[in-house]
């Protein structure tokens, strides 16, 4: 349960955190591969949508399935198992992504497992090629005691990208702390664009004024590590 450390920086366990504890989730249950969404909010959550997706490490979509779904209010809704099995016997690992999206098509829930028959089938993970995401900063009107700035991630290779780490730097690449981020270690589908919003102080603790032109640091599972201005 360690989600921050003695300096403020998050680690991925908060994150993992973040979205295991969402009042509405899609999850993967591990031990039958069956498909979950949990409401835990008092109100019912109708025509709501659950992509599940099985991906080879390749890139190749091998599985899709759509479902629709009405929640109740703090309940849960179970679907039929995702084939994992079948996977298995072709490839070593396969990546599993979920969506959940509400009546109106915005997105609630999102979910990606890395998942092998056994623990010999990760290892095929190291064999993913290198990704070069396409990387683009944009500032975003800051607040009282505030700066902030968007970033978005899009991935343009045929190769999953795992696990993308954003880190805000100064100009002389030293980290900025505290830092906020909407979303961290970030794995992106192939040719999948994703935003994220950092926010961090104007001002630090003892009064002095925090950098207002920052850059972020880029590094995966298997990315092309770079500095973005």
Known sequence: ???????????????????????????????DNTVTVVNTTRDAQPGLSAETRVVALDG?????????????????????????????????AVLVQQVLRRADG????????????DDAGLRALNGLAQVDLAVTLTPVASVTGQRALTVTLRNPSPTPALATKLTLVDT??????????????????????????????????????????ARIAVRGWNLREKVVR
């Open 1 to 31: 349960w360690q989600i921050y450390s003695s300096d403020y920086d998050t680690h991925g366990s908060y994150y993992g955190f973040k979205t295991a504890a969402e009042p509405l989730h899609i999850q993967l249950n591990l031990p």
């Open 60 to 92: 190749a979509e091998l599985w899709r399935r759509s479902d629709r779904v009405d929640a109740p209010a703090n309940g849960i809704v179970t679907l039929p198992q995702v084939p994992l099995a079948q996977q298995f016997a072709r490839h070593p």
């Open 106 to 117: 915005t997105v609630a829930s999102r979910n990606v497992y890395w998942r092998a028959a």
């Open 172 to 213: 002389g690449g030293l980290r900025i702390l505290p830092a906020f981020y909407s979303d961290n270690y970030v794995s992106l589908l192939p040719g999948e664009e994703r935003t994220v919003t950092i926010a961090w102080p104007a001002m630090t603790p003892d009064g002095a004024a925090t950098p207002d032109r």
